[in-house]
């Protein structure tokens, strides 16, 4: 710790430590599965109690989906602003039979706490919550003014995050947004992320003849569903990696100067990966950068191809119908409607009997690693933890950051708190809770470390 203004605070929360592991678990207890509409309500009126709690007016905003919570909590002008954003709604537990123990019985072994959403995203968002209440209780006040946007639909897409923040600007007006989500560093390293990437998912679709025939008797005269997106699909990418639909990346922005030099920093062991994932070699192109490709560069992935017939044996089929599931992953600065656009006039122009079917979408986002309150928060963080902090330009997935960055037009930074291998979204999801401890520290240290900040100034 190098900042003495932390020490009460750190104080505070290593005396709470228990009670604070506790909060938690009967945060966990509560199911919010979005996608099944299960305990949703009563995981909002929890979350909504957490933040009262705090001493936030809390405002509850309803979508045509689950509600939203809007807190805050001061409104000094001459303090600095954060919004933090979360999710308390989680992904389906299934498959059940994979869990040890039930996934809304919170337990704890080896120093981890094992249930559904402990890590994605109830415990990281509850640290930051817990950070607010030990600044208070161990100082008295807070350094910055603070909002808190807690959604219940991001596992399903965040599908009413951009009209609610469009809607309520003036109300989540803040100099930051910051996020605690997805994994650390395997290092365990403290970890700030710049950017997201965006995603556009389609579906192609053909239907070559009323219905399926014999490949003998319609054998090169019917045209055959399946070959019709095979030639498709081939003209879309090149098999030395380029994307090939025409505009598609003419608004892909290089990496900065800042962020080559940071992908420079980033711990990579090529042949460890392979190892880990049984590869024995990376995709194709063999001429760019690991991290380039993974935080710079669009993809096009085929998430399945269906038709004809696969049971056992063989069957002389000539198939009728087909469909490829895609998606694209987006980098700045690449919109959705763009992306569809490009691929409906690519598929128009290469094979026009096939439909593209447009499915869901969300924009990239990212925020200058030379913003200036960056280097302050880089600065907060390390101060919470040992060591200097990792700064990872983009992540490979995809948040909705982009209501913040494009709607609002403030930096949004990723700053995550649960351990590389909390197997979210998988069975027996957890949360170290050394891991969660050092989060409720780093969002202590984010507010002192913002304190003395004059945005603009
Ligand atoms: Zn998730």
Same mark, same amino acid.
């Given at each position: 710790m190098n900042n003495p203004a932390l020490a009460p605070v750190f104080n505070h929360i290593d005396k709470n430590r228990d009670a604070f592991v506790a909060r938690l678990l009967d945060y966990v207890r509560q199911p919010s599965i979005s996608a099944q509409n299960i305990g949703m309500d009563a995981a909002a009126a929890l979350a909504e109690w957490h933040l009262r709690a705090l001493g936030m007016t809390v405002e509850r905003i309803e979508t045509p989906g689950h509600p939203m919570l809007l807190g805050q909590l001061g409104d000094d002008p001459a303090r600095p602003t954060i919004l933090f954003y979360g999710h308390y709604d989680v992904q389906p537990p299934e498959p059940l039979e994979h869990w040890v123990s039930p996934p809304f019985e919170p337990t704890i072994r080896d120093g981890r706490i094992y249930a559904r959403g402990v890590a994605d995203n109830k415990g990281q968002h509850m640290a930051q919550i817990l950070a607010i209440e030990s600044h208070l209780a161990a100082t008295g006040g807070l350094p910055c003014n603070v909002k808190f946007l807690l959604e219940g639909e991001e596992e399903v897409g965040s599908p009413h995050l951009a009209q609610v923040v469009r809607d309520h600007a003036e109300r989540l007006r803040a100099d930051l947004v910051v996020t605690a989500d997805g994994p650390m560093h395997p290092s365990g390293r403290g970890t700030i992320l710049y950017g997201v990437r965006g995603v556009a998912s389609f579906e192609l679709r053909v239907r070559t003849a009323r219905r399926d025939a014999h490949s003998g008797n319609f054998g090169g005269v019917m045209p055959n569903a399946i070959w019709t997106l095979v030639h498709l699909l081939a003209t879309m990418k090149?098999? $030395? @990696?380029?994307?090939?639909? $025409? @505009?598609?990346?003419?608004t892909v922005l290089p990496p900065t100067e800042a962020e080559r030099a940071a992908m420079a920093r980033l711990p990579l062991d090529i042949g460890a990966v392979l190892a880990d994932m049984g590869m024995t070699r990376l995709d194709a192109p063999a001429d760019r950068d690991y991290f380039e490709r993974l935080m710079f560069q669009p993809t096009l992935t085929i998430n399945g191809l269906h038709g004809g017939y696969d049971g056992p044996g063989s069957k002389t089929v000539l198939p009728a119908e087909a469909v490829a599931k895609c998606d694209i992953r987006l980098v700045e600065a690449m919109t959705p409607e763009a992306v569809f656009a490009a691929v409906e006039a690519h598929v128009a122009q290469h094979a026009p009997d096939v439909t593209v079917i447009r499915q869901g979408a969300m924009p990239p986002s990212r925020t200058s690693m030379d913003t200036p309150v960056a280097a302050l928060l880089r600065k907060a963080v390390a101060a919470a933890r040992d060591g200097a902090v990792l700064d990872i330009p983009s992540m490979g997935g995809s948040l909705p950051d982009h209501a913040f960055t494009r709607i609002l037009g403030v930096p949004a930074f990723v700053v995550p708190y649960a351990n590389a291998d909390s197997a979210n979204h998988a069975p027996n999801e957890n949360m170290r809770i050394d891991c969660f401890l050092a989060g409720i520290r780093t969002g202590a240290a984010i507010l002192t470390g913002l304190g003395n900040w004059t945005p603009g100034g």
């Amino acid at each position: 710790m190098n900042n003495p203004a932390l020490a009460p605070v750190f104080n505070h929360i290593d005396k709470n430590r228990d009670a604070f592991v506790a909060r938690l678990l009967d945060y966990v207890r509560q199911p919010s599965i979005s996608a099944q509409n299960i305990g949703m309500d009563a995981a909002a009126a929890l979350a909504e109690w957490h933040l009262r709690a705090l001493g936030m007016t809390v405002e509850r905003i309803e979508t045509p989906g689950h509600p939203m919570l809007l807190g805050q909590l001061g409104d000094d002008p001459a303090r600095p602003t954060i919004l933090f954003y979360g999710h308390y709604d989680v992904q389906p537990p299934e498959p059940l039979e994979h869990w040890v123990s039930p996934p809304f019985e919170p337990t704890i072994r080896d120093g981890r706490i094992y249930a559904r959403g402990v890590a994605d995203n109830k415990g990281q968002h509850m640290a930051q919550i817990l950070a607010i209440e030990s600044h208070l209780a161990a100082t008295g006040g807070l350094p910055c003014n603070v909002k808190f946007l807690l959604e219940g639909e991001e596992e399903v897409g965040s599908p009413h995050l951009a009209q609610v923040v469009r809607d309520h600007a003036e109300r989540l007006r803040a100099d930051l947004v910051v996020t605690a989500d997805g994994p650390m560093h395997p290092s365990g390293r403290g970890t700030i992320l710049y950017g997201v990437r965006g995603v556009a998912s389609f579906e192609l679709r053909v239907r070559t003849a009323r219905r399926d025939a014999h490949s003998g008797n319609f054998g090169g005269v019917m045209p055959n569903a399946i070959w019709t997106l095979v030639h498709l699909l081939a003209t879309m990418k090149s098999p $030395d @990696g380029r994307i090939t639909i $025409d @505009g598609l990346a003419d608004t892909v922005l290089p990496p900065t100067e800042a962020e080559r030099a940071a992908m420079a920093r980033l711990p990579l062991d090529i042949g460890a990966v392979l190892a880990d994932m049984g590869m024995t070699r990376l995709d194709a192109p063999a001429d760019r950068d690991y991290f380039e490709r993974l935080m710079f560069q669009p993809t096009l992935t085929i998430n399945g191809l269906h038709g004809g017939y696969d049971g056992p044996g063989s069957k002389t089929v000539l198939p009728a119908e087909a469909v490829a599931k895609c998606d694209i992953r987006l980098v700045e600065a690449m919109t959705p409607e763009a992306v569809f656009a490009a691929v409906e006039a690519h598929v128009a122009q290469h094979a026009p009997d096939v439909t593209v079917i447009r499915q869901g979408a969300m924009p990239p986002s990212r925020t200058s690693m030379d913003t200036p309150v960056a280097a302050l928060l880089r600065k907060a963080v390390a101060a919470a933890r040992d060591g200097a902090v990792l700064d990872i330009p983009s992540m490979g997935g995809s948040l909705p950051d982009h209501a913040f960055t494009r709607i609002l037009g403030v930096p949004a930074f990723v700053v995550p708190y649960a351990n590389a291998d909390s197997a979210n979204h998988a069975p027996n999801e957890n949360m170290r809770i050394d891991c969660f401890l050092a989060g409720i520290r780093t969002g202590a240290a984010i507010l002192t470390g913002l304190g003395n900040w004059t945005p603009g100034g």
